[in-house]
């Protein structure tokens, strides 16, 4: 990315809340903003989902308040998130001078106004794109222990632990790369799982309301689509009653189980999972549908619109 020397820049990412991925680009693309010598920082106004565990994060990482002189002065950097209807309404797009996700379907809108710093392209992380930039500015060594970590709890939980569909050579490469740098082994990996399920059960009405996506004019799926990614799902369906109970309208929720390697949908609309069902090939019964592979809410949208 190109940059510009004294300015002020802001790294943040969508309105509605963070995830792993979107936490762990803002710190540590701000971290390598600052060893550059600019003057950078991340904020957010969003609540961190369940993905984002305590263990992982360190007080004033992010901001949750942007000081006024910054918010008058500011360009600001977008990871995680290309949808300008995601983003905080406060964002002017005028002042926006760089994106870096994963998430395609708006390359030629960001192109058309920033040019080559629309780094927009189908990974498994956005953290992937990131530590690309670490690599280009050969400061990859100089990252902190801690930032490092994140990245790579970002790629474990976007790839399903490097199992999904989505993962690239790249993304499994700049795992690997990272993990050597952290010190980080299966047996750390195996831990961020079991800290997130913890955290997920604790306050699961919170984790589903925290992860939901609103999904426009899509054939097939409905209009809010909430996504839990746990070691062991069989913990939560157990919990359907009491879920059923905090979504209104037409919903579904896509519960991907580790342990077992596969997706459960948990739709109650009669229309939506015909179409589930016939898409991707199984039957629903009492509104729940076992698929046997892990499927991540990006991919389903993906297969949905024909991609």
Known sequence: MSVTINKKYIVT??????DIDAYACMVALAELLQLQGQDAIAWSAAA???SVCPSLVAESQILSKLPKDRAAQGRY??????DPDYLQKTI???????????????EHYWESRIGENARIEF?????TLIYREWKQAGLQDKMSRSAARLLIAAILDNTLNLTSANTTEEDAETFRALCAHAGVDEVWCAAYFSEVQ????????NALLNDTKTVRDNPVLPPKVAQLCVWDAERILCRLPEIRGWFEDRWMLNLIDLQHRCSWFVCDDLQYQNKLGHLFGVPFEKGVAKLPAPWLRKEIIKKTIGG
């Open 13 to 18: 990412a969508g309105a509605n809340y963070l």
């Open 198 to 205: 913890a955290g997920v059960e604790k306050d699961l009405r």
């Open 92 to 106: 002017p797009l005028d002042d926006v001078v760089a994106v870096y996700d994963h998430h395609v379907g708006f």
């Open 48 to 50: 961190c989902n369940y």
């Open 123 to 127: 990974l498994g992380a956005a953290a």
């Open 77 to 82: 950097i977008i990871v995680d998130v290309s």
